[in-house]
């Protein structure tokens, strides 16, 4: 039995995210596996030389808003290319592997997408519920947060209808950019951001159930949020001790600027933001991040002027070496433990795996061979 089918939260393919159009310039079409950012680092930075996602991926138009599916072959993102429903709609390219490129991205469909606008797309971490903001009719404000499921999660075109997330997440004012999160300090939780408008927000968080509907209301992140300016999208490590954001506050170097915070436990408050610094940042603007479960690859929107239209989707990553790590390395190791019949069984249990936010194992079994 293969290991996608025994864990699909694991996130194995994330890390080794390849792309072409690597050269500082026109990127390349995406026809080809490319060169492993981890290796073009820049003195003084953990984070490397973003690179651009190339076509089919992005195009003379906007590209923003970026979410890899948990096994990372599925890139969701918001685009107002041709083709689409309305103004902006949800997209998604599919990839065969971690060594394949990226297929020509597909339009969500009318279940999804309306002739209003749809972007900010976020995943759980089992791929079966879809979080979006859409300034469709019949919201609560200006423009709301939606959830929608699907009972395969490898399905791209399978989501049912979205349902509003209703007053404990939604307001007359809007709210914009969530990101579900599993294991938040008391169960799970979606941080989004609200304000008047998607250029002037402050970020929140609410607690949820796991069906992705709001079980209290939702509160402001103050140690994350600056009311004189713009702070959105934030974005998490599955672990919940780092999370990341774009903020136009002072001490950047552009427009706008990728931030972070991180924090001790997901029960602690959330540390002063610090800037990333360059890279990934630049003196363009770096806006809408999206974090990969494990910490190490972030994808972003820019419209700087090495890309192919207005914003294009953006790549960097950082090495396992700079990766965070919850294991003290002069402690001296534990007593092995059998994990029991849960796990272990009649059959040969081999290569486990532990999902990178600690909760789901995946093994592959064969038949024991008689002597």
């Given at each position: ?27 390349a ?35 923003q ?8 072959l ?37 279940v ?13 971490s ?9 300034n469709?009719?019949?919201g ?11 009972t395969d ?9 979205p349902?509003?997330?209703?007053p ?15 294991h ?13 408008s ?11 159930q796991e ?11 103050a140690?994350?949020s600056?009311?004189n ?8 490590r ?6 990341f954001f ?13 931030w972070?915070?991180t924090?001790?436990?997901p ?16 003196a ?17 929107a ?9 914003q ?59 002597d």
């Amino acid at each position: 039995m293969q290991m996608r089918s025994l864990c699909r939260g694991i996130f194995q393919c994330i890390t080794m995210l390849l792309v072409t159009g690597c050269e500082k310039g026109t990127p390349a079409a995406n026809d080809a596996p490319g060169l492993a950012l981890s290796q073009q680092h820049s003195p003084g930075s953990v984070w490397s030389e973003p690179v651009n996602l190339g076509a089919p991926v992005n195009s003379q138009y906007t590209e923003q808003s970026p979410a890899l599916s948990p096994d990372g072959l599925s890139l969701y993102f918001a685009s107002d290319r041709p083709g689409g429903m309305g103004n902006v709609d949800l997209w998604v390219s599919h990839r065969a592997s971690e060594d394949s490129p990226w297929e020509a991205p597909v339009n969500l469909g009318s279940v999804i997408n309306t002739p209003a606008v749809e972007s900010g797309p976020n995943l759980s971490s089992d791929g079966l519920m879809l979080f979006f903001q859409t300034n469709r009719a019949g919201g609560h404000g200006s423009n709301d947060i939606y959830v929608s499921h699907r009972t395969d999660p490898y399905d791209d075109l399978g989501w049912q209808a979205p349902i509003d997330l209703g007053p404990d997440v939604n307001t007359a004012t809007g709210e914009f950019g969530p990101f579900f999160l599993e294991h938040g300090d008391q169960g799970p939780v979606l941080y989004f951001a609200r304000g008047p408008s998607n250029t002037f927000t402050d970020i929140y968080v609410a607690p949820m159930q796991e069906d992705g509907q709001p079980r209290g209301p939702a509160q402001l992140v103050a140690e994350l949020s600056d009311a004189n300016f713009n702070d959105g999208r934030p974005t998490l490590r599955a672990n919940g001790k780092e999370l990341f954001f774009f903020s136009n506050r002072p001490g950047g170097f552009g427009g706008a600027d990728l931030w972070i915070s991180t924090r001790q436990t997901p029960h602690d408050a959330w540390s002063q933001p610090m800037n990333l610094g360059m890279p990934p940042n630049s003196a363009a603007g770096e806006i809408v991040p999206f974090l990969t479960a494990d910490g190490r690859t972030l994808l972003f929107a820019d419209d700087r002027t090495d890309g192919l239209g207005g914003q294009d989707i953006w790549m960097s990553t950082r090495s396992g070496s700079d990766d965070e790590s919850d294991v003290d390395p002069g402690e001296a190791p534990s007593t092995s433990i059998n994990l029991g019949p849960t796990v272990n069984g009649a059959l040969i249990e081999a290569r486990p795996a532990i999902s990178f936010d600690g909760f789901e194992v995946g093994v592959t079994t064969r038949t024991r061979l008689k002597d």
